[in-house]
């Protein structure tokens, strides 16, 4: 058996669109912003804002 690779993504531009979200770091939950790509999805950048309210 051999692992399917994944097919690789025709190169682009990245559109950049930041998303508002909730995480945990060391059972803490923050609030953080996430700049992602429209086209292909990737995580470009995470920025913690600020603690959530537990």
Request: aromatic share 2%; proline share 7%; charged share 30%.
């Amino acid at each position: 058996m051999s692992a399917a690779t994944p097919k690789p993504l025709p190169e682009h531009e990245h559109t950049a669109v930041k998303t508002h979200a909730l995480a945990q770091r060391r059972g803490v939950p923050y609030e953080v912003e996430r700049t992602t790509c429209v086209a292909c999805r990737r995580v470009l950048g995470e920025r913690r804002l600020r603690r959530a309210a537990a």
